[in-house]
């Protein structure tokens, strides 16, 4: 592997663990963190690639932003999964975005059947329980806890992308 699929790697790879471990953590993945992974995109795939590097780039940027964005308007995520998505896409193109979008939709839904699953095999819901133990049964359940965090399904489904594009050696034949 080349210089540049090496760094490639180790930027999208660093990228999602420390967005992962910061929206498990705090529920946020701050701009901070996607503004200059998104400027690297553009630029690294820019000095590789010429003006079909940063075409490359900014259809993946537009291709991640969008699609979250759209998620977003319609309260299916936060503000920080669209950015993340984004900064994601301008390091993969628009083609590996798209496959991404779809493998974290797939780990998504596992988590979540998995979880159901669980609780259904189990007899508990721990929520329920809590509150028919202190007699707000009738309230709703806390919804902070019960969200699942995207930057984890998402960087699931990017990890198992790449391992799956870098397995069959097309990783950087997939780049341009």
Do not use: Q
């Not at 663990?17 to 630029?43: E, H, K, Q, S």
């Not at 809590?130 to 998402?154: E, F, I």
């Amino acid at each position: 592997m080349h210089a540049f699929g090496v760094l490639f790697l180790a930027i999208v790879v660093l990228f999602t663990v420390v967005c992962l471990i910061m929206d498990v953590r705090t529920r946020r993945i701050p701009n901070w963190l996607t503004v200059p992974v998104f400027g690297l995109g553009l630029l690294a795939h820019t000095v590789v690639g010429g003006w079909s590097g940063l075409k490359f780039s900014l259809a993946g940027f537009g291709t991640g932003f969008g699609v979250l964005l759209a998620l977003w308007l319609i309260g299916g995520g936060g503000g920080g999964d669209v950015k993340m998505m984004g900064a994601l896409g301008s390091w993969l193109g628009a083609w590996l975005t798209i496959e991404v979008f779809i493998a974290s939709a797939v780990v998504t839904i596992l988590i979540v059947s998995g979880g159901i699953i669980y609780a259904a095999a189990t007899g508990r819901d721990r929520e329920s329980a809590k509150r028919k133990k202190s007699g707000d049964a009738g309230k709703p359940p806390n919804a902070s806890r019960r969200v699942l965090p995207y930057a984890v399904p998402l960087s699931l489904g990017t990890w198992i992308v790449l391992a799956y594009a870098w397995g069959g050696g097309s990783l950087l034949e997939t780049l341009y």
